[in-house]
């Protein structure tokens, strides 16, 4: 079984720029988070999506980032315009539906995003 | 004052050795803890998982709760140089869509040297 998927894995842009990032959940997997971990700090909720609706995006930093989920199965990250403070690690995470909380949250290999 | 503190590190232990890992919290509403390991890389990957106060065996490693103390812990027994990664503490409450809404402890960076 695939894993959860994220590309690219490193990116290197000029501030100001536009970066989207992309993941790949676990086929049938409903749930898909997004999480960040700037340098020297701990990994932070960003946003979940339960299929393509926005459940919780009480983690996103400002109006510079915005998160799609077309069609409830892979998600982009865009980053527009970036600025220095948006470098980091961002990791993206899919699970199951349980309405429990025993939920397995499996994640990607996480994007490097360096903005110079 | 962050919601959950966890001692970076690093730790060094000679191949074999009990390890000791450790976070507090100040968010009473937490109920589900986590120990997550991350290796170079890689992204953080489930090792235990605990619900409200108590332990949790599975194999060399062991979890403890204890909500009085807002205090958790990672055991591991006869630690392997395989076991050198970050381990990260995490944390969620209940009810809906949050449970997967973790907060993360910042990570130890633990090393087993043979």
């Known amino acids: 079984e695939a894993g959860v998927t994220q590309f690219p894995s490193h990116s290197v842009i000029e501030k100001g720029q536009t970066v989207t990032l992309r993941c790949d959940p676990i086929s049938g997997h409903d749930n898909l988070y997004w999480y960040r971990r700037v340098m020297g700090k701990e990994i932070k909720f960003l946003l979940h999506?339960?299929?393509?609706?926005?459940?919780?995006e009480s983690g996103m930093p400002n109006n510079r980032f915005l998160a799609e989920r077309t069609g409830g199965t892979y998600s982009t990250l865009k980053v527009q315009p970036a600025e220095l403070e948006d470098s980091g690690v961002y990791f993206c995470?899919?699970?199951?539906?349980?309405?429990?909380?025993?939920?397995?949250?499996?994640f990607g290999s996480g994007t490097q995003l360096s903005v110079l | 004052q962050k919601e959950v503190e966890q001692d970076p590190g690093p730790l060094s232990v000679p191949e074999g050795a009990i390890v000791s890992l450790n976070c507090t919290y100040s968010?009473?509403?937490?109920?589900?803890f986590m120990w997550y390991r991350q290796y170079s890389r890689k992204g953080p990957e489930l090792l235990m998982y605990t619900y409200s106060s108590g332990n949790k065996e599975d194999g060399r490693f062991t979890a403890q709760v204890d909500k009085s103390s807002k205090y958790i812990s990672l055991f591991i027994r006869d630690s392997q140089p395989s076991d050198s990664a970050t381990y990260l503490c995490?944390?969620?409450?209940?009810?809906?869509?949050?449970?997967?809404?973790?907060?993360f402890g910042q990570g130890t960076i633990l090393t087993v040297h043979p």
């Open positions: 968010n009473s509403a937490f109920q589900y």
């Open positions: 999506f339960v299929k393509e609706s926005k459940q919780d």
């Open positions: 995470a899919s699970s199951q539906r349980t309405g429990t909380g025993n939920e397995k949250l499996f």
């Open positions: 995490a944390m969620s409450g209940t009810g809906g869509t949050s449970y997967g809404k973790l907060t």
